[in-house]
């Protein structure tokens, strides 16, 4: 039976197992909301925004670990998608972007709602395509999804005008398999660099492992795990590898980099040997790189080649798969004790005890975020955007299992929290979902406070309300002489009012004794709920290694009087 | 003349698809490279096409280029053959002004160049010329006191020498472990 390009792009995305589409139809991409209407297995959620369409994609695939998928028309639709497919390129998120595009024959005459989005999104895309021809359609889908997955995951846009999804029909046929010659991702590493890589680990006197998103995405924990306790090796995780390996454990060894634990920063400052999972030495982790592990050895684990020595140069890199590479390690690696290294850092974790909040009446933000960690005993998913309460967030919540932070990492976008927490929720319906945000970041997505209410998506919004872009007062304070230009919320709305125009409940905390009550209720309610935590104003997010500084230059919490 | 400072000459097997020049082009114009010579066509194999770039820039960069390259899906092979024994021309054609006085003695001074005359009117002439691009250069250099009018050149191309065993320029994969950085040493970003 021959179908239309639109009935092509659905039957196409049912074969690639996809449950929901994130989206805001338009002109152009409305014979695939037509046809769309007729394949009640997909679900479609309308948001508010398409930005919101994209970053709920990336939610959705950060906690389920598939493919997430979002959909705008063309022009501004397709523009607006662009903040959330940079982001998902960024974290390494796997996520198919569909966009409508004018027909073919107005391409090229500045046509009404035309933007050339394959070429705007082509540096902050894995791949993309403009599809040409009814017949490639389908191929397409398969090519789109099978690159978005596979290797290093990150998002692929596929570009389909109005007249390839509706003008000609062709029959659907769907591939056996992609004819992509020029993409080969890698699996099992070289035997060779696999055996000097235990070779330095069976040698370190001081080792530590830095676990990133790359554990997340080949689900490695398991072989993560037996590494560390086998050589007895202290398991530091980034920002995006968090729940790689459960806080709790005795040899986690905290977060490293600008806001990470002093401890962290300090072992592996200290340490003979990196051994680097699936993380790219962000900025924020390293600091200035001349000073960066000086006297480390690296070796450097990853599936994109093009990680090694970018940054830091390896000792030894390691290219392959990083569930199946470990699992070729794991024989090699020898028991060992590292006792005098594990009490070392033992020692500087009580000399620098960063996560210790200190004792006061105020509403301090991260005595919240401590307060939710205890009361969903670490089993939340937590959703933030980026600045002080990301960074809070990240701290001071214990999480256990992975996936189970999601978080705007290398792109920073302020806003992800809200539309992010929606797409985990549609994923993981089992588990509570919070989105965590400054007043700031919520303003920037809460219209789509509407798609959790449309769709009953149970997510409870708290906001760390302290009345400015706090992680940007923070650095007038520290390094712009406290001009603090710019950076007051002195027009915000009420939160509570605005959940109750949404016709959700709202919370507002102002005394720290509310919290834990208030945490509780929200839990017990089901459906969205808002919670505006009117949190202490200039409290700053501790330790702090300046941009470009190093671990030398880490500011600690001034204040002496330190309680657990 | 290849693999010397910062001079290096890159080729690469992409699919004959749309776009693929602008990728590979966006790449070197992110990280602030300057494509000194770009030469596209036909490969020996159907949907595949043949690329030569000559870029400048430090050996960090140009590893750094060089993988982005490869990760590009369109992208099927990439090889820096900068330190190999390859063979490279570019062709240039030049339109020199020329009066019956000079007419001769261009011809004579075109004739070691093993340059043909390709073109010729009352008072200019096209000559074309094929060789490294010192060689073209040489010839310019000569004409350019009878008034040049145009010049126009491609871009290099190149091939590794086949050797004993017949090898082909993509049978070089790029080293993943090349770094082109000393212990410690990177760009250092800024405080931002």
Not at chain 1, 291 to 307: C, M, R, Y
Not at chain 1, 386 to 406: C, D, F, I, R, S
Not at chain 1, 489 to 517: C, H, M, W
């Given at each position: 039976m021959e179908l239309t390009g639109a009935e092509i792009v659905c039957e196409s995305l049912l074969k690639e197992g996809v449950e929901v589409i994130f989206g805001l139809p338009g002109g152009a991409v409305l014979p695939f909301y037509g046809a769309l209407s007729g394949y009640p297995q997909l679900r479609h959620i309308l948001v508010r925004h398409e930005q919101a369409a994209a970053m709920a994609a990336d939610g959705y695939a950060r906690a389920t670990g598939k493919v997430g998928v979002c959909t705008a028309t063309s022009g501004p639709g397709a523009t607006n998608l662009a903040t959330g497919i940079a982001g998902a390129m960024m974290d390494s998120v796997p996520m198919v972007a569909i966009t409508g595009q004018v027909p073919r024959p107005a391409i090229g005459r500045d046509s009404f709602q035309e933007t050339d989005i394959t070429g705007i999104t082509l540096p902050i895309t894995k791949h993309n395509m403009l599809v040409l021809n009814v017949e490639d359609v389908a191929p397409a889908v398969k090519e789109a999804f099978h690159i978005a997955r596979t290797g290093r995951p990150g998002p692929v846009l596929l570009d389909i005008p109005k007249d390839v999804l509706v003008?000609?029909?062709?029959?659907f046929i769907w591939p056996d398999k992609v004819n992509l010659p020029g993409?080969?991702?890698?699996?099992?590493?070289?035997?060779?660099?696999?055996?000097?890589?235990?070779?330095?680990?069976?040698?370190?006197?001081?080792?530590?492992?830095?676990?990133?998103?790359?554990?997340?995405?080949?689900?490695?924990?398991?072989?993560?795990?037996?590494?560390?306790?086998?050589a007895q090796i202290p398991v530091i995780t980034t920002l995006l590898g968090i729940g790689s390996f459960p806080t709790g454990h005795l040899l986690h060894a905290g977060m490293p980099g600008m806001h990470g634990m002093a401890y962290a920063s300090l072992a592996i400052d200290n340490a003979d040997l990196l051994i680097s999972l699936g993380m790219r030495f962000d900025d924020r982790v390293t600091g200035r790189?001349?000073?960066?592990?000086?006297?480390?050895?690296?070796?450097?684990?990853?599936?994109?080649?093009?990680?090694?020595?970018?940054?830091?140069r390896a000792t030894v890199p390691v290219l392959g798969e990083l569930k199946q590479v470990l699992g070729q390690m794991l024989p090699q690696v020898e028991r060992k004790t590292h006792l005098d290294w594990l009490q070392h850092i033992d020692t500087l974790r009580a000399e620098h005890p960063s996560l210790h909040i200190r004792q006061t009446d105020e509403l301090l933000p991260q005595y919240v975020l401590r307060q939710l960690s205890d009361i969903t005993?670490?089993?939340?998913?937590?959703?933030?955007?980026?600045?002080?309460?990301?960074?809070?967030?990240?701290?001071?919540?214990?999480?256990?299992?992975?996936?189970?932070?999601?978080?705007?990492?290398?792109?920073?976008a302020m806003g992800f929290e809200v539309p992010a927490a929606l797409g985990a929720k549609v994923g993981r319906p089992d588990k509570a979902v919070w989105s965590i945000a400054g007043d700031g970041?919520?303003?920037?997505?809460?219209?789509?406070?509407?798609?959790?209410?449309?769709?009953?998506?149970?997510?409870?919004?708290?906001?760390?309300?302290?009345?400015?872009?706090?992680?940007?007062?923070?650095?007038?304070?520290?390094?712009?002489?406290?001009?603090?230009?710019?950076?007051?919320?002195?027009?915000?709305?009420?939160?509570?009012?605005?959940?109750?125009?949404?016709?959700?409940?709202?919370?507002?905390?102002?005394?720290?004794?509310?919290?834990?009550?208030?945490?509780?209720?929200?839990?017990a309610t089901p459906g969205p709920v808002v919670l505006d935590f009117i949190v202490k104003q200039d409290e700053q997010v501790y330790p702090m290694i300046p941009a470009g500084e190093s671990v030398n230059e880490m500011m600690e919490e001034p204040i002496p009087q330190r309680v657990m | 003349m290849n693999g010397n400072g910062n001079h290096h000459t890159i080729i690469a097997l992409v699919q004959d698809k749309p776009g693929v020049l602008t990728r590979v082009?966006?790449?070197?114009?992110?990280?602030?490279?300057?494509?000194?010579?770009?030469?596209?066509?036909n490969s020996e194999q159907p949907g595949l096409s043949r690329m030569t770039f000559v870029v400048d820039g430090d050996q960090y960069t140009v590893d750094q280029a060089t993988k982005q390259l490869d990760k590009l899906i369109d992208v099927v092979k990439v090889a820096n053959i900068s330190d190999e024994e390859i063979v490279s021309r570019e062709l240039a054609l030049i339109k020199v002004k020329v009066t019956p006085a000079t007419r001769g003695e261009i011809l004579e001074m075109v004739h070691p160049f093993r340059a043909e005359i390709v073109d010729v009117g009352a008072q200019s002439m096209v000559i074309e010329v094929t060789g490294s691009g010192d060689k073209i250069q040489a010839l310019y250099g000569l004409l350019e006191p009878f008034g040049v009018l145009e010049l126009m050149r491609t871009g290099r191309v190149a091939m590794v020498?086949?050797?004993?065993e017949g090898r082909v320029s993509d049978d070089l994969i790029i080293n993943y472990h090349g770094d082109g950085l000393k212990v410690n040493e990177a760009y250092e970003v800024g405080s931002y």
């Open positions: 003008g000609e029909r062709w029959p993409y080969n991702p890698p699996g099992e590493a070289d035997a060779v660099q696999v055996s000097q890589a235990c070779e330095l680990i069976n040698q370190a006197q001081r080792p530590v492992i830095l676990a990133g998103h790359g554990i997340l995405i080949s689900h490695a924990y398991a072989e993560l795990k037996e590494l560390a306790e086998k790189l001349s000073d960066f592990a000086p006297n480390a050895k690296v070796v450097h684990v990853d599936v994109d080649p093009s990680e090694f020595h970018k940054n830091v005993e670490g089993n939340a998913i937590i959703v933030t955007g980026v600045g002080q309460h990301q960074m809070w967030a990240a701290q001071h919540y214990a999480y256990k299992e992975p996936n189970t932070l999601l978080t705007s990492g290398g792109l920073g970041g919520f303003q920037m997505t809460m219209c789509d406070l509407a798609t959790a209410v449309e769709n009953n998506i149970d997510v409870k919004f708290a906001i760390l309300n302290n009345g400015t872009l706090g992680m940007v007062r923070q650095w007038q304070d520290f390094f712009y002489d406290k001009d603090y230009f710019a950076t007051v919320y002195s027009g915000n709305p009420d939160f509570i009012k605005l959940a109750e125009a949404y016709g959700i409940p709202g919370i507002r905390v102002t005394d720290k004794t509310q919290v834990a009550t208030s945490i509780r209720q929200a839990m | 082009a966006g790449l070197f114009r992110r990280r602030g490279f300057n494509i000194s010579s770009l030469a596209v066509g020498r086949g050797q004993a």
